[in-house]
Nanobody, 116 residues
Framework: QVQLVESGGGLVQPGGSLRLSCVVS????????MGWYRQAPGKQRELVAA???????NYADSVRGRFTISRDNVKNTVYLQMNSLKPEDTAVYYC??????????WGQGTQVTVSS
């Protein structure tokens, strides 16, 4: 049973930074393309960043240049460094596989709120 545990969210002012972490257990983590997703109230979940096993990254246009995804294959952890945060980045952030398939059980997510 794969488990995903996200952490690192919080309340931050516009222009601030946060670093999210997601620990993945129960899977051969290093072989998977991993992604960070977010879901704002009333909106569909969207993929904001992805990283391959070879650390090739891709970003949604809305976060490119502000967010950085990284991974540690020894710690089975994927990170999302978020800088220059905007109110529209407010959402619950989740990690999961990217590239067309998901681990069936999503984690609880971590709430990011950007507000003054």
């Amino acid at each position: 049973q794969v488990q995903l545990v996200e952490s690192g969210g919080g309340l931050v002012q516009p222009g601030g930074s946060l670093r999210l972490s997601c620990v993945v257990s129960g899977s051969f983590f290093s072989i998977h393309v991993m992604g960070w997703y977010r879901q704002a109230p009333g909106k569909q979940r969207e993929l904001v960043a992805a990283i391959t096993s070879g650390r090739i990254t891709n970003y949604a246009d809305s976060v490119r240049g502000r967010f950085t995804i990284s991974r540690d294959n020894v710690k089975n952890t994927v990170y999302l460094q978020m800088n220059s945060l905007k109110p529209e980045d407010t959402a619950v952030y989740y990690c999961n596989k990217a590239g067309g398939s998901y681990f069936p059980a999503w984690g609880q997510g971590t709430q990011v709120t950007v507000s003054s």
